[in-house]
């Protein structure tokens, strides 16, 4: 068995969410926002300060996805909107 890591494409996207979805820790933290993070990862696909990579496992021929993650680099003032009452997700987005 080995298992590598490379950058998350596009087609990644949705099994990388189910893997967070169903995650008994990860799960929680987003709540009923996990309904649109398919969305959001697939807007920041290709922006140099997100960086999503996933975890493969190739065994026998097969390939496997096993793991996903994602960082992304944000500047100070959109760090103190994220920190700033009410919280930034539950603000409505502006249009």
Not at 26 to 46: C, E, Q
Not at 70 to 94: E, G
């Amino acid at each position: 068995m080995i298992i590598r890591c490379r950058p998350m494409r596009p087609k990644d996207v949705a099994q990388a969410v189910g893997l967070v979805a169903s995650h008994p820790v990860a799960a929680p933290l987003y709540g009923d926002r996990i309904k649109t993070l398919t969305s959001i990862w697939l807007r920041l696909l290709g922006q140099k300060a997100f960086c999503p990579v996933i975890f493969e496992e190739l065994e026998a021929g097969s390939v496997r996805i096993i793991g996903a993650a994602a960082s992304i680099f944000v500047n100070d003032n959109f760090l103190r909107q994220l920190k700033a009452p009410p919280l930034f997700l539950d603000r409505p987005r502006a249009s």
